[in-house]
């Protein structure tokens, strides 16, 4: 009962030899279910995903969120997928078709292939490569490329516009998202995904670094177009970006791969900092190292939600600052000490609470320094400051004038 | 059960469908991407000979990354300079840019 | 047929037909799209030749940033009378030929070659790829000077491209 997937995949694996299949294709059989086993589960996740964030943006914003189709408006998501599959595709006049079309279909495939490489639990992994984070960053890069296409192929100024204000965002923070990502590698000495979870056995990387977390959260938050960084769809300045002309399921898969990249990215952070699938008896029972794994993610994707539905936008410029002024120098400086720091560390072969405390300081250390630093700049725009003026003048204050 | 002279003669191949754009293109910027095919095929080279090879040294990986970097780096400064004769000339055909022939 | 075998003629088959279409297309967005297909079919012979790590630094460097770079820069140096004049030069039959005789010559020297007639080795147990890389690329006994020089190449085709591209 707790080995339950390894046990249905040796079943299921003993079964086809029986049938006369050969190894190869065995194997091969199995990598193909799993694929789509996984893309199913990614499917069902975003439909449940949807409602939660509609009910928790309206909870946050004092409304209710959808409350009619259904108790608690839970079949919402049904009557998205529904409206959406019955829409008639408008192609633009002009629209390069076939990069139209290959573009939203680029967008979700970027995101469903970095679940291969996940480790679900202490066995269970798509696809154990040496090489995991770096796939991990080189496929976010295709996603990229799907917005260029969307932009380019619409034959619409605001979409090429918005598809390249995007991609610029996007690669510029592309940096200080590989470099914070580097930190959990440097620590590991390994760049597999499932050796990263076991040096994380004693102690998370949330503790032993936590300035990499945090600046991999922030510029994960700008990779997926999340407020405050949500300039790729705004609705007030560009119609509505990139995906302007895109109607029916074409649309869908952009708004799909939109959640999908979200929990995804909730899921790295899990992986990397938040010690993905260990828990209290998750190697014994890979059962429950699933379970963790998708509850820490959930847990990273309420976080990221509730940033983005109580900050508001920035302006592109003051983004691209905050990039290539802050979070890059500081990602660097970070690296530089944690990398010194684990080799001192190391070689002094300390106990593991002295060194996990010594490297938490040093980050927070980097961290403030590099805010207080940041702090003492004078800002680009001086601010007129108002004399405040009462919204409601109260009648008897009033009577006095008339 | 796929020999090397089957890896060779596809970056071959690739190489001079490469080597056809370069000569046969007019647009500068579809002449670079003949180029980054040409080093495409010069990395499979590389990369088919390190593995085929007994003594797995990593020479031919250590080559290819070097490769990356050059032309990454030629990519780069080969784009800027067609941006900037796109201001000066309008144009980006490789047979018009000939102001300095005699 | 292995499955092996399989995967590298399809590998074959796309790369080919898609760099057959870089040098051939009219439209240069389609050609740049057709490049980024030829270059992660290189990447796939990459991961069957198995170095992973140059599979997903090609598919980072090529299709993440070149490719991106090439298809900003085509937007940006639009004709606007493409569509009329063919992508062809006048002299694309002598390029024709000219490839032509080096594929051939090169194939055909492969093909009789005796030392290119082996299988791949078998790669002896545990072949931490990544690191060893890694350690050859900074040790000074290995590859650390064309190392550091490339950095210093990279350095310089930044500033340098910036220069280039300032608009004054």
Known sequence: M????????????????????????????????????????????????????????????????????????????????????????????????????????????????????????????????????????????????????????????????????????????????????????????????????????????????????????????????????????????????????????????????????????????????????????????????????????????????????????????????????????????????????????????????????????????????????????????????????????????????? | MIPLSWYLIFAAALFSIGLYGVLARKNIIAILMSIELMLTAININFIAFWRYSLEMQLAGQVFAVIVFAVSASEVAVGLALVISLYRRVKLVVADEVNLLKW | MSLGMLIFLLMVVVTTVAAVAVVTSKKLVNAAMWLMVALFGAAVAFVLLQATYIAVIQILVYIGAIAVLIVYTIMLTRDPDEAQEPGINKQWPIAAVLSLVLFVGLAYFYYTLPQTDVLAPALEGELNAVSLLGQQLVSPNAYVLPFELASVLLLAALIGSIVVAWRK
């Open chain 1, 2 to 402: 707790a080995d339950l997937i390894n046990v249905i995949r040796d079943w299921l694996y003993n079964l086809m030899i029986s049938w006369g299949a050969s190894q190869d294709l065995a194997g091969f059989v199995l990598q193909v279910l799993g694929s789509i086993l996984v893309v199913i589960l990614c499917f069902v996740i975003v439909i449940a995903l949807i409602w939660v964030e509609r009910k928790l943006a309206g909870r946050i914003q004092d409304r209710f969120g959808p409350n009619r189709a259904g108790p608690f408006g839970i079949f919402q998501s049904f009557a998205d997928i529904i409206k959406i599959f019955t829409k008639e595709y408008v192609t633009p006049t002009g629209a390069d078709k076939s990069l139209f079309n290959i573009a939203p279909v680029l967008a979700m495939a970027s995101v469903l292939a970095i679940w291969a490489v996940f480790p679900f639990a202490i066995n269970v992994i798509g696809a154990d490569v040496n090489v995991g984070v770096l796939y991990i960053v080189a496929i976010g890069s295709f996603g990229i490329l799907a917005i260029l296409m969307a932009g380019w192929s619409s034959n619409n100024r605001y979409a090429l516009l918005g598809a390249s204000r995007s991609v610029a965002m996007l690669i510029s923070y592309e940096i200080p998202m590989v470099i914070s990502l580097l930190i959990p590698v440097l620590l590991t000495k390994s760049m597999q995904l499932s050796a990263i979870i076991e040096a994380q056995r004693p102690w998370w990387f949330l503790i032993v670094a936590p300035t990499a977390a945090l600046f991999f959260l922030i510029s994960s938050m700008a990779e997926i177009g999340k407020a405050p960084f949500d300039l790729l769809e705004a609705e007030s300045e560009l119609v509505a970006g990139y995906h302007t002309e895109y109607s029916g399921m074409k649309f869908g898969m952009f708004y799909v791969a939109e959640f999908l990249h979200q929990y995804t990215v909730g899921a790295l952070i899990t992986i990397f900092f938040l010690g993905g699938w260990s828990g209290p008896m998750a190697a014994s029972w890979p059962i429950l190292g699933v379970v963790y794994f998708f509850t820490k993610t959930f847990l990273v994707y309420l976080v990221i939600s509730w940033i983005r539905l109580s900050l508001p936008r920035i302006r592109i410029d003051e983004m691209l600052d905050l990039n290539w002024k802050f979070m890059i120098p500081v990602s660097f400086l970070n690296l530089v000490v944690v990398a010194v720091a684990d080799r001192i560390l190391m070689d002094l072969n300390l106990a593991r609470w002295i060194y996990v405390g010594v490297m938490f300081a040093l980050s927070m250390g980097v961290l403030l320094i590099s805010l207080a630093i940041a702090g003492n700049s004078k800002p680009k725009v001086e601010r007129v400051q108002f004399p405040t003026r009462p919204v409601a003048v109260s009648p008897q204050s009033d009577q006095s004038k008339s």
